[in-house]
Protein backbone atom coordinates (compact mmCIF):
# COMPACT_ATOMS: atom_id res chain seq x y z
CA UNK A 1 0.00 0.00 0.00
CA UNK A 2 2.78 2.27 1.08
CA UNK A 3 4.46 1.96 -2.14
CA UNK A 4 1.04 2.55 -4.13
CA UNK A 5 0.82 5.96 -2.48
CA UNK A 6 4.32 6.85 -3.13
CA UNK A 7 4.03 5.94 -6.84
CA UNK A 8 0.50 8.23 -6.77
CA UNK A 9 2.63 11.10 -5.10
CA UNK A 10 5.36 10.35 -7.54
CA UNK A 11 3.28 11.19 -10.73
CA UNK A 12 0.93 13.90 -9.32
CA UNK A 13 4.64 15.57 -8.73
CA UNK A 14 5.32 14.74 -12.35
CA UNK A 15 2.37 16.33 -13.77
CA UNK A 16 2.47 19.33 -11.36
CA UNK A 17 5.77 20.03 -12.44
CA UNK A 18 5.02 19.27 -16.18
CA UNK A 19 1.90 21.83 -16.14
CA UNK A 20 4.19 24.09 -13.73
CA UNK A 21 7.00 24.70 -16.79
CA UNK A 22 4.34 24.47 -19.39
CA UNK A 23 4.37 27.23 -21.35
CA UNK A 24 2.07 29.30 -23.73
CA UNK A 25 2.81 29.17 -27.66
CA UNK A 26 2.29 31.58 -30.49
CA UNK A 27 2.55 30.73 -34.27
CA UNK A 28 3.09 34.52 -36.15
CA UNK A 29 3.44 34.14 -39.64
CA UNK A 30 5.33 37.02 -41.17
CA UNK A 31 6.39 38.28 -44.49
CA UNK A 32 9.31 36.25 -46.78
CA UNK A 33 12.54 37.67 -45.65
CA UNK A 34 11.58 40.30 -43.31
CA UNK A 35 11.38 37.92 -39.72
CA UNK A 36 14.86 39.16 -38.62
CA UNK A 37 12.79 42.46 -38.15
CA UNK A 38 11.11 41.13 -35.43
CA UNK A 39 13.39 39.31 -33.61
CA UNK A 40 14.36 41.70 -31.22
CA UNK A 41 10.89 42.00 -30.10
CA UNK A 42 10.29 38.23 -29.87
CA UNK A 43 12.88 37.53 -27.76
CA UNK A 44 11.99 40.22 -24.64
CA UNK A 45 8.19 39.43 -25.71
CA UNK A 46 9.11 35.64 -24.98
CA UNK A 47 11.25 36.28 -21.73
CA UNK A 48 8.33 39.31 -20.36
CA UNK A 49 5.20 36.67 -21.28
CA UNK A 50 7.12 33.03 -20.48
CA UNK A 51 5.83 31.84 -24.01
CA UNK A 52 7.50 30.69 -27.14
CA UNK A 53 7.10 32.15 -30.52
CA UNK A 54 6.68 29.94 -33.86
CA UNK A 55 7.70 32.23 -36.70
CA UNK A 56 7.11 31.12 -40.13
CA UNK A 57 8.02 33.42 -43.46
CA UNK A 58 5.82 33.61 -46.69
CA UNK A 59 4.25 35.87 -49.05
CA UNK A 60 2.52 38.21 -46.62
CA UNK A 61 -0.43 39.29 -49.35
CA UNK A 62 -1.15 35.37 -49.58
CA UNK A 63 -1.57 34.52 -45.52
CA UNK A 64 -5.40 34.96 -45.30
CA UNK A 65 -5.67 32.63 -48.51
CA UNK A 66 -3.16 30.07 -46.62
CA UNK A 67 -4.81 29.97 -43.71
CA UNK A 68 -8.40 28.83 -44.74
CA UNK A 69 -6.27 26.34 -47.05
CA UNK A 70 -4.30 25.19 -43.73
CA UNK A 71 -7.55 25.15 -41.78
CA UNK A 72 -9.18 23.39 -44.69
CA UNK A 73 -6.08 20.72 -44.61
CA UNK A 74 -6.36 20.01 -40.81
CA UNK A 75 -3.27 21.95 -40.31
CA UNK A 76 -1.40 24.53 -38.11
CA UNK A 77 -3.35 27.62 -38.31
CA UNK A 78 -1.55 31.00 -37.26
CA UNK A 79 -2.62 33.26 -34.51
CA UNK A 80 -1.20 36.09 -35.85
CA UNK A 81 -0.67 36.86 -39.78
CA UNK A 82 0.10 39.48 -42.18
CA UNK A 83 -2.42 41.04 -44.97
CA UNK A 84 -2.13 44.68 -47.11
CA UNK A 85 -5.11 46.97 -46.13
CA UNK A 86 -6.67 46.23 -49.34
CA UNK A 87 -7.47 42.37 -48.10
CA UNK A 88 -9.17 43.60 -44.42
CA UNK A 89 -12.57 44.40 -45.62
CA UNK A 90 -12.89 41.02 -46.77
CA UNK A 91 -11.19 39.06 -43.97
CA UNK A 92 -13.09 41.07 -41.62
CA UNK A 93 -16.28 40.89 -43.19
CA UNK A 94 -15.77 36.88 -44.12
CA UNK A 95 -14.95 36.09 -40.46
CA UNK A 96 -11.26 35.07 -40.63
CA UNK A 97 -9.75 37.73 -38.49
CA UNK A 98 -11.25 39.61 -34.87
CA UNK A 99 -11.16 43.19 -34.09
CA UNK A 100 -8.63 44.34 -32.19
CA UNK A 101 -9.77 46.22 -29.17
CA UNK A 102 -6.63 47.62 -28.03
CA UNK A 103 -6.18 49.47 -31.15
CA UNK A 104 -9.11 52.03 -30.04
CA UNK A 105 -6.89 53.04 -27.22
CA UNK A 106 -3.73 53.46 -29.27
CA UNK A 107 -5.36 54.50 -32.84
CA UNK A 108 -4.04 58.10 -31.62
CA UNK A 109 -0.35 56.78 -32.10
CA UNK A 110 -0.82 56.34 -35.76
CA UNK A 111 -1.51 58.29 -39.04
CA UNK A 112 -5.25 58.53 -39.24
CA UNK A 113 -5.24 57.04 -43.08
CA UNK A 114 -3.67 54.26 -41.26
CA UNK A 115 -6.83 53.73 -38.54
CA UNK A 116 -9.19 53.98 -41.26
CA UNK A 117 -7.24 51.61 -43.88
CA UNK A 118 -7.66 49.09 -41.28
CA UNK A 119 -11.09 49.45 -39.84
CA UNK A 120 -14.43 47.71 -41.39
CA UNK A 121 -17.90 48.61 -39.37
CA UNK A 122 -16.33 51.03 -37.44
CA UNK A 123 -13.95 48.65 -35.87
CA UNK A 124 -10.21 48.24 -36.18
CA UNK A 125 -9.02 44.73 -37.44
CA UNK A 126 -5.42 45.07 -37.96
CA UNK A 127 -2.71 46.86 -36.76
CA UNK A 128 -0.70 48.58 -39.12
CA UNK A 129 3.57 47.60 -39.57
CA UNK A 130 4.29 49.91 -42.17
CA UNK A 131 3.21 52.47 -44.63
CA UNK A 132 3.54 51.54 -48.45
CA UNK A 133 2.99 53.67 -51.61
CA UNK A 134 5.39 53.30 -54.97
CA UNK A 135 8.43 55.77 -55.57
CA UNK A 136 11.09 55.80 -58.15
CA UNK A 137 14.47 54.16 -57.45
CA UNK A 138 17.39 55.64 -60.09
CA UNK A 139 20.99 54.45 -60.69
CA UNK A 140 23.05 58.16 -59.85
CA UNK A 141 25.64 56.73 -62.17
CA UNK A 142 23.32 56.71 -65.30
CA UNK A 143 21.07 59.74 -63.88
CA UNK A 144 22.36 61.93 -61.49
CA UNK A 145 19.26 63.87 -60.33
CA UNK A 146 15.51 62.73 -60.88
CA UNK A 147 13.25 64.53 -63.07
CA UNK A 148 10.05 66.69 -61.86
CA UNK A 149 8.28 65.95 -64.70
CA UNK A 150 7.25 62.15 -66.25
CA UNK A 151 7.72 63.80 -69.80
CA UNK A 152 11.59 64.04 -68.85
CA UNK A 153 11.57 60.43 -67.77
CA UNK A 154 10.21 59.56 -71.45
CA UNK A 155 12.84 61.83 -73.33
CA UNK A 156 15.41 60.08 -71.19
CA UNK A 157 14.06 56.60 -71.51
CA UNK A 158 14.49 56.83 -75.52
CA UNK A 159 17.97 58.38 -75.14
CA UNK A 160 19.00 55.00 -72.91
CA UNK A 161 17.43 52.99 -75.21
CA UNK A 162 19.83 54.30 -78.02
CA UNK A 163 22.62 53.40 -75.88
CA UNK A 164 21.29 49.89 -75.10
CA UNK A 165 19.83 50.11 -71.76
CA UNK A 166 16.39 51.17 -69.98
CA UNK A 167 15.22 54.17 -68.69
CA UNK A 168 12.51 53.99 -66.34
CA UNK A 169 11.10 50.29 -66.21
CA UNK A 170 8.01 49.03 -64.00
CA UNK A 171 5.48 46.13 -63.99
CA UNK A 172 3.02 48.69 -65.41
CA UNK A 173 1.27 45.78 -67.12
CA UNK A 174 0.06 45.55 -63.60
CA UNK A 175 -3.09 47.26 -62.11
CA UNK A 176 -1.31 48.17 -58.77
CA UNK A 177 1.85 49.99 -60.16
CA UNK A 178 0.14 51.65 -63.18
CA UNK A 179 -3.05 52.89 -61.29
CA UNK A 180 -1.01 55.88 -60.35
CA UNK A 181 -0.73 56.94 -63.91
CA UNK A 182 -4.79 56.33 -64.90
CA UNK A 183 -5.62 58.34 -61.54
CA UNK A 184 -3.32 60.95 -62.41
CA UNK A 185 -5.76 61.48 -65.17
CA UNK A 186 -9.01 61.48 -63.43
CA UNK A 187 -9.82 57.79 -62.97
CA UNK A 188 -10.75 56.63 -59.52
CA UNK A 189 -12.28 53.18 -58.18
CA UNK A 190 -14.79 53.88 -56.38
CA UNK A 191 -16.49 56.79 -55.60
CA UNK A 192 -15.54 58.98 -52.11
CA UNK A 193 -18.60 59.76 -50.82
CA UNK A 194 -17.50 61.79 -48.01
CA UNK A 195 -16.49 60.61 -44.19
CA UNK A 196 -14.13 58.68 -45.51
CA UNK A 197 -17.04 55.87 -47.30
CA UNK A 198 -16.88 55.16 -50.57
CA UNK A 199 -19.33 53.97 -52.86
CA UNK A 200 -19.05 50.64 -54.62
CA UNK A 201 -22.18 51.18 -56.89
CA UNK A 202 -20.10 54.22 -58.30
CA UNK A 203 -17.21 52.99 -60.40
CA UNK A 204 -14.46 55.43 -61.91
CA UNK A 205 -12.64 53.13 -63.97
CA UNK A 206 -13.90 54.01 -67.16
CA UNK A 207 -14.55 57.29 -67.77
CA UNK A 208 -12.26 60.29 -69.91
CA UNK A 209 -9.43 60.41 -67.54
CA UNK A 210 -9.17 56.62 -67.08
CA UNK A 211 -9.19 56.15 -70.71
CA UNK A 212 -6.78 59.33 -70.90
CA UNK A 213 -4.43 57.53 -68.54
CA UNK A 214 -4.21 54.08 -70.19
CA UNK A 215 -3.84 55.71 -73.62
CA UNK A 216 -0.61 57.25 -72.40
CA UNK A 217 0.13 54.03 -70.11
CA UNK A 218 0.10 51.87 -73.37
CA UNK A 219 2.09 54.17 -75.44
CA UNK A 220 4.37 54.37 -72.66
CA UNK A 221 4.99 50.89 -72.08
CA UNK A 222 5.11 49.99 -75.91
CA UNK A 223 7.50 52.49 -76.48
CA UNK A 224 10.02 52.49 -73.51
CA UNK A 225 9.61 49.25 -72.01
CA UNK A 226 11.45 45.59 -72.09
CA UNK A 227 9.00 43.28 -73.56
CA UNK A 228 10.84 40.53 -71.11
CA UNK A 229 9.05 42.42 -67.94
CA UNK A 230 5.63 41.83 -69.12
CA UNK A 231 2.99 39.46 -67.79
CA UNK A 232 3.75 36.79 -65.41
CA UNK A 233 7.65 35.66 -66.34
CA UNK A 234 8.40 39.22 -65.86
CA UNK A 235 8.64 39.56 -62.46
CA UNK A 236 12.14 37.76 -62.68
CA UNK A 237 13.39 40.06 -64.86
CA UNK A 238 12.88 43.27 -63.76
CA UNK A 239 14.90 43.69 -60.56
CA UNK A 240 17.34 42.38 -62.40
CA UNK A 241 17.38 44.77 -65.15
CA UNK A 242 18.06 47.66 -62.50
CA UNK A 243 20.39 46.20 -60.25
CA UNK A 244 22.46 44.99 -63.07
CA UNK A 245 22.71 48.49 -64.30
CA UNK A 246 20.32 47.45 -67.54
CA UNK A 247 17.87 49.85 -66.69
CA UNK A 248 18.43 53.20 -65.11
CA UNK A 249 15.49 53.52 -62.93
CA UNK A 250 12.58 51.71 -61.57
CA UNK A 251 9.20 52.38 -60.21
CA UNK A 252 7.99 50.18 -57.12
CA UNK A 253 7.80 49.90 -53.70
CA UNK A 254 9.32 50.67 -50.22
CA UNK A 255 9.79 46.41 -49.94
CA UNK A 256 12.56 46.72 -52.17
CA UNK A 257 14.94 48.81 -50.31
CA UNK A 258 16.63 46.20 -49.04
CA UNK A 259 17.34 44.29 -52.05
CA UNK A 260 18.91 47.27 -53.61
CA UNK A 261 21.05 48.14 -51.19
CA UNK A 262 22.49 44.68 -50.59
CA UNK A 263 23.23 45.26 -54.55
CA UNK A 264 26.20 48.11 -53.91
CA UNK A 265 24.02 49.71 -56.65
CA UNK A 266 25.00 53.98 -56.34
CA UNK A 267 20.91 54.68 -56.23
CA UNK A 268 18.78 57.12 -55.07
CA UNK A 269 14.60 57.50 -54.06
CA UNK A 270 12.84 60.17 -55.17
CA UNK A 271 8.73 60.88 -55.67
CA UNK A 272 7.52 60.43 -59.69
CA UNK A 273 6.90 63.79 -60.19
CA UNK A 274 4.04 65.48 -62.57
CA UNK A 275 2.64 63.55 -65.12
CA UNK A 276 2.07 65.27 -69.28
CA UNK A 277 -1.37 66.62 -68.09
CA UNK A 278 0.30 68.41 -64.98
CA UNK A 279 -1.40 66.25 -62.69
CA UNK A 280 0.99 64.53 -59.89
CA UNK A 281 1.57 60.83 -60.76
CA UNK A 282 -1.22 59.32 -57.64
CA UNK A 283 -0.23 55.73 -57.04
CA UNK A 284 -2.34 54.09 -54.65
CA UNK A 285 -1.64 54.51 -50.58
CA UNK A 286 -1.84 51.50 -48.77
CA UNK A 287 -0.59 49.73 -44.94
CA UNK A 288 1.41 46.29 -44.71
CA UNK A 289 -0.49 45.00 -41.18
CA UNK A 290 -0.72 42.45 -38.25
CA UNK A 291 -4.14 40.99 -37.32
CA UNK A 292 -5.26 38.06 -35.25
CA UNK A 293 -6.48 35.11 -36.51
CA UNK A 294 -9.78 34.39 -35.88
CA UNK A 295 -8.99 30.14 -35.53
CA UNK A 296 -6.21 31.33 -32.57
CA UNK A 297 -6.34 29.62 -29.14
CA UNK A 298 -4.45 32.17 -27.50
CA UNK A 299 -6.32 35.01 -29.14
CA UNK A 300 -5.53 37.36 -25.73
CA UNK A 301 -1.47 36.63 -26.30
CA UNK A 302 -1.58 37.03 -29.74
CA UNK A 303 -3.05 40.72 -28.94
CA UNK A 304 -0.76 41.51 -26.25
CA UNK A 305 2.41 40.40 -28.49
CA UNK A 306 1.20 42.85 -31.24
CA UNK A 307 0.49 45.80 -28.68
CA UNK A 308 4.83 44.83 -27.96
CA UNK A 309 6.42 45.39 -31.15
CA UNK A 310 4.71 48.12 -32.04
CA UNK A 311 6.09 49.79 -29.43
CA UNK A 312 8.27 52.67 -30.28
CA UNK A 313 11.82 50.96 -29.13
CA UNK A 314 10.51 47.68 -31.40
CA UNK A 315 9.40 49.65 -34.53
CA UNK A 316 12.13 51.48 -34.72
CA UNK A 317 14.17 48.20 -34.91
CA UNK A 318 12.28 47.33 -37.25
CA UNK A 319 12.66 49.89 -39.38
CA UNK A 320 16.41 49.98 -39.03
CA UNK A 321 16.15 46.21 -40.24
CA UNK A 322 13.93 46.16 -42.92
CA UNK A 323 13.58 49.45 -43.86
CA UNK A 324 9.71 49.52 -44.20
CA UNK A 325 8.39 52.96 -42.41
CA UNK A 326 6.02 52.22 -39.32
CA UNK A 327 3.27 54.82 -39.40
CA UNK A 328 3.96 55.33 -35.96
CA UNK A 329 3.48 59.65 -35.33
CA UNK A 330 6.20 59.47 -33.08
CA UNK A 331 8.43 57.81 -35.15
CA UNK A 332 7.86 59.59 -38.47
CA UNK A 333 9.12 62.79 -36.45
CA UNK A 334 12.53 61.27 -35.18
CA UNK A 335 15.39 63.18 -37.38
CA UNK A 336 16.29 58.94 -38.00
CA UNK A 337 13.27 59.44 -40.52
CA UNK A 338 12.88 63.13 -41.25
CA UNK A 339 16.07 62.43 -42.39
CA UNK A 340 16.48 59.72 -44.30
CA UNK A 341 16.36 60.65 -48.33
CA UNK A 342 14.45 57.13 -48.99
CA UNK A 343 11.72 57.74 -46.32
CA UNK A 344 11.07 61.57 -47.27
CA UNK A 345 10.66 60.28 -50.79
CA UNK A 346 7.72 57.61 -49.73
CA UNK A 347 6.31 60.22 -47.79
CA UNK A 348 6.08 63.49 -50.25
CA UNK A 349 4.69 60.85 -52.82
CA UNK A 350 2.30 59.50 -50.41
CA UNK A 351 1.02 63.03 -50.24
CA UNK A 352 0.07 63.04 -53.75
CA UNK A 353 -1.25 59.33 -53.37
CA UNK A 354 -4.87 57.58 -53.18
CA UNK A 355 -5.96 55.61 -50.24
CA UNK A 356 -6.57 52.12 -51.05
CA UNK A 357 -10.14 51.00 -51.03
CA UNK A 358 -10.29 48.13 -48.34
CA UNK A 359 -14.38 47.48 -48.74
CA UNK A 360 -14.93 44.15 -49.46
CA UNK A 361 -16.17 44.87 -52.87
CA UNK A 362 -12.30 45.74 -53.91
CA UNK A 363 -11.49 42.02 -54.11
CA UNK A 364 -13.57 42.24 -57.39
CA UNK A 365 -11.23 44.75 -58.87
CA UNK A 366 -7.87 43.25 -58.99
CA UNK A 367 -8.50 40.61 -62.02
CA UNK A 368 -10.74 42.78 -64.54
CA UNK A 369 -8.19 45.65 -64.28
CA UNK A 370 -5.28 43.37 -65.33
CA UNK A 371 -7.13 42.44 -68.19
CA UNK A 372 -7.72 45.68 -69.55
CA UNK A 373 -4.29 46.85 -68.85
CA UNK A 374 -3.13 43.90 -71.10
CA UNK A 375 -5.57 43.94 -73.45
CA UNK A 376 -4.56 47.86 -73.86
CA UNK A 377 -0.96 47.13 -74.21
CA UNK A 378 -1.42 44.40 -76.88
CA UNK A 379 -3.41 46.45 -79.12
CA UNK A 380 -6.12 43.43 -78.88
CA UNK A 381 -8.99 45.96 -77.36
CA UNK A 382 -8.87 50.33 -77.39
CA UNK A 383 -8.56 51.80 -74.28
CA UNK A 384 -12.07 52.71 -73.89
CA UNK A 385 -13.48 48.94 -74.76
CA UNK A 386 -10.91 47.57 -72.55
CA UNK A 387 -12.09 49.72 -69.67
CA UNK A 388 -15.68 49.51 -70.01
CA UNK A 389 -15.29 45.21 -70.56
CA UNK A 390 -13.60 45.65 -67.26
CA UNK A 391 -15.94 47.92 -65.61
CA UNK A 392 -18.91 45.36 -66.62
CA UNK A 393 -17.06 42.59 -65.18
CA UNK A 394 -16.88 44.33 -61.82
CA UNK A 395 -20.06 45.62 -61.29
CA UNK A 396 -21.37 41.77 -61.89
CA UNK A 397 -18.88 40.35 -59.33
CA UNK A 398 -20.07 43.06 -57.31
CA UNK A 399 -23.52 42.69 -57.19
CA UNK A 400 -23.26 38.67 -57.35
CA UNK A 401 -21.56 39.79 -53.56
Not at 132 to 138: A, K, P, S
Not at 242 to 260: M, S
Not at 299 to 314: G, H, T
Not at 320 to 328: K, Q, T, V
Amino acid sequence: MKGIVTTAIATLALLFCTQAVAKDKLIVWEDTGKAHGIEKAIKAFETQYNCDIEIHQSEYVEHINDQQKALSAGKPTPDVLMLPADRLGDAAKNGFIIPLDFMEKDKARYLPSAITSLSYNNQIYAMPRSVETLVIYYNQDLLKYPFENFDDYIKFSKEQKKEGRYGVIGKLDVFYFSYGFIGGYGAYIFKDVGNGKLDPNNLGLNNDGAVKGLEFLAKLVNTTLPKSILGNDGWGNLNKLFIEGKAAAIITGPWELDNFAKSNLNYGVAPLGKLPNGKYFSPLLSYRAYAVSKYSKNKELAKKFLQFINQSEYALNRYSEIHEIPPIVEIMNMPIIQNDDFANAVLTQALHATPMPTIPQMQAVWEPMDQALNDAISGKKSAKQALKDATDTIKNAINAQ
